[in-house]
């Protein structure tokens, strides 16, 4: 039988291993403490606009979104009636109104007579108007303009500071999804995206394997020019590339502005990163499953349909996504060789244009953000589960 002292050892030595799996270097630490700090980057902002999106756009207007569950207080400007609004009472001559907008659940705090002092005077309080009589303004925004002489104005402006308890609407989402042009921007923004994301896939998938698996002249080169092609601005190449395209289109006699050229323009860009990742991904996987196939009688295409491409799914689903994300958050790419029309515009286009060209309306932007952020959200959470894996694959692994 073990003697006491030898389990107390037992014990200890457990309690041991245990401890040194569940240490905490400062290494992984650090690593952990970097991660939190880039989800609080990225949720904080999404959040502020979650919140501002429901809000009130004359609150959104005057105040940021930390500031939503607060009484938010604005400065404002009330015409008050004309000489043509008074009545005689009592020898006197009175104007009667209300200073704030109909259906307000606002109060008014102060006002002034005059712009560069706005809260000179607490609501209830009388003030004298610089073109005579006496005003006091109420809370709930009524006010009561006196005169012993008879008004002889036309238009008198008041300023006045309001404050309003917090108001959560969809509004804003009802205008967006109301306008006009949004439900076939909709549809553009699929037709364009869906085909620019699987046309690169398809030839990025053939020619990553044929880099990682197939020994030709060149291949080396082939992998370091697309390499480099990683770092070339889309707007330096914007323009050859449309001046190309042009160039084609008019000598068959086609459209430059449709379809197929916003695809090819897509593909142009993206194969680049989808050739990269693939090609290692790919060239990471066992060589023994290939030289069995080839030992079976087995074709490249064979290998590659039947093995290499059901294999390498988690690096095609980790493009499939940063494509997808890009073609469907794209705007300039999409007039450029899209246009403008009504006809045409993709969905980023058909929000920009309910801004006007002002930028009037700005407060929709909220709302048309998660609105246009719906498909791209499914689109990750469906292939989320390989994005990680494939991604850290096709980065890091060679052949």
């Known amino acids: 039988m073990a003697t006491i002292a030898q389990v107390q050892t037992t014990e200890v030595a457990a309690r041991s291993g245990w401890l040194s799996k569940v240490r905490v270097t400062p290494g992984r630490a650090a690593a952990h403490l970097a991660l939190l700090l880039l989800v609080v980057i990225w949720t904080v902002p999404t959040f502020g606009l979650l919140i501002s999106s429901v809000r009130d756009k004359d609150q959104l207007a005057v105040s940021g979104w930390w500031t939503s569950l607060t009484t938010v207080e604005r400065s404002s400007v009330g015409v008050l009636g004309t000489a043509a609004d008074q009545v005689e009472e009592g020898g006197q001559y009175v104007i009667r109104g209300n200073v704030l907008p109909e259906g307000s659940n606002e109060t008014v705090v102060s006002f002034g007579t005059s712009i560069n002092n706005p809260t000179e005077f607490a609501a209830g309080s009388p003030a004298e108007m610089r073109i005579g009589g006496e005003i006091i303004v109420s809370e709930d925004g009524s006010y009561v303009w006196t005169s012993p002489t008879a008004f002889e104005h036309d238009r008198v402006r008041l300023f006045y500071t309001s404050a309003g308890s917090p108001r959560f609407t969809l509004e804003n989402y009802t205008e967006v999804l109301t306008a006009a042009g949004i439900g076939r921007a909709f549809v553009n923004s699929f037709t364009v995206t869906v085909p620019a994301t699987i046309i690169p896939i398809l030839i990025a998938a053939f020619a990553a394997y044929a880099l990682a698996w197939m020994r030709f002249p060149g291949r080396t080169l082939l992998v370091a020019l697309m390499v480099g092609l990683l770092v070339v601005p889309l707007q330096m190449s914007l ?161």
């Open 239 to 399: 323009i050859p590339l449309l001046r190309m395209y042009n160039g084609i289109a008019a000598t068959f006699g086609g459209n430059s502005k449709s379809y197929l050229g916003i695809w090819l323009a897509h593909t142009a860009f993206g194969l680049p990163l989808a050739i990269y990742l693939l090609r290692n991904y790919m060239a990471g996987l066992p060589r023994e499953i290939m030289e069995s196939a080839r030992m079976d009688g087995a074709s490249h295409f064979q290998i590659f349909a039947t093995m290499v491409l059901p294999l390498s799914f988690p690096a095609l689903a980790s493009f499939a996504i940063f494509q997808f994300l890009w073609v469907w958050n794209d705007l300039l790419v999409a007039i450029v060789f899209l246009g403008q029309s009504s006809d045409e515009l993709v969905l980023t286009g058909q929000l920009r244009a309910l801004l006007g060209s002002r930028g009037d309306n700005w407060e929709i932007l909220t709302a048309g953000a998660f609105i246009s952020i719906v498909v791209p959200l499914i689109v990750f959470f469906s292939l989320q589960r390989y994005f990680v894996r494939g991604l850290l694959a096709g980065s890091v692994k060679g052949g």
